[in-house]
């Protein structure tokens, strides 16, 4: 393993854990305690940073309304970031909703029903097979 991905890994979570603080307790905004920080990519060079959120319960056009807010104070987070990591340059961050959540949960849904419709099936069949069983 490339000694420059463990480095990337390493300055990722410790964004992932850093920025989560921050918005927890410096954005004065209720609508960031319904955000989730799901991953952060860092570009190999530590310039770029791409920070995917999720937003539990809220509708589309809320939550493109919330990942604009975030990508507006994303400069103010930067700064914040850069007092607090020992690194020669912060990265630029850019936020972007994470739809994956989203897509397991109707995914999950989709295998749930099913389930529950081949089990309705199953249970039809062995009823039928009973009701030919026991006539004489």
Known sequence: M??????????AEQLRRDLAAL????????????VSITAIVVSRDLR?????????????DKRTEIVA??????GYLRGELG???RLRSTPQLRFLYDES??????????????RSHDEAARGSSQNEDDELSESP
């Open 83 to 85: 007092r607090k990591l």
């Open 48 to 60: 770029h940073a791409r920070v995917y959120v999720t937003v539990v319960g809220a509708a589309h």
């Open 23 to 34: 918005m927890r307790v410096r954005l004065d905004d209720p609508r960031m305690a319904m």
């Open 69 to 74: 807010h975030l990508n507006g104070v994303s």
């Open 101 to 114: 959540v989203e897509r397991g949960a109707e995914l999950s849904a989709l295998i749930e029903s099913a």
């Open 2 to 11: 490339p000694k420059e991905f463990s480095r990337t890994r390493r300055v």
